[in-house]
């Protein structure tokens, strides 16, 4: 088991470690692409494509990791009012339905990434790409979410320890 939770950990901070590589190679696509109009010379077709697939794929990589350090968006307004009981309780509640709704999208994802690679469906824009690479890391990313909820459900960890201001510094 501990070789299964290390594996999982290391394939969770690479995901992590190529979202942020994507970043920087939409950031300097993003300069080149401008470099390239103000110069007067003609951009490359596929940057715009490539930049909308890396704003998807980065999103959906970082998610679990985001999840793990608590770095993610969640709204806390009601819960830290609550009495430590309640709050428990619903800190429960929360994590099942992020579980079911994780559970769900990749779910239906698995089968639009099936349907698309059964299907060679191109994704027609400036620049013709296959479908299924928009939908490759969807499924794997939302179960990986699954996994980070669980370990919230089951106790590993709480989402809700961290104060507003610890929260502030990740």
């Known amino acids: ?12 901070y690479g995901m ?9 190679f939409a950031f300097v696509s993003i300069v080149v692409d401008v470099l390239m109009r103000i110069t007067g010379l003609e951009p490359f077709i596929f940057i715009m494509t490539m930049f909308e697939y890396i704003l998807l794929w980065f999103t959906m990589l970082a998610a679990p ?15 830290q009012f609550l009495p430590p009981t309640i709050k428990f309780i619903v800190a429960k509640v929360v994590y099942l339905l992020c579980i079911i709704g994780c559970c769900i999208y990749g779910y239906h994802l698995m089968g639009l990434l099936v349907e698309a ?7 027609m824009r400036t620049y013709e790409v ?41």
């Open 1 to 12: 088991m501990e070789a299964i939770s290390k594996l999982y950990d290391q394939l969770l």
């Open 16 to 24: 992590a470690g190529l979202s942020g590589v994507l970043i920087f």
């Open 65 to 79: 990791y985001l999840l793990r350090i608590k770095g993610h968006v969640f709204i806390d307004a009601v819960t």
């Open 117 to 123: 690679i059964q299907t060679g469906e191109l994704d």
């Open 130 to 170: 296959p479908i299924w690479i928009l939908f490759v890391p969807m499924p794997l990313c939302f179960f990986m979410c699954v996994i980070e909820f669980f370990r919230y459900l089951v106790g590993v960890d709480d989402m809700y320890s961290q104060s507003i201001e610890e929260r502030e510094n990740v």
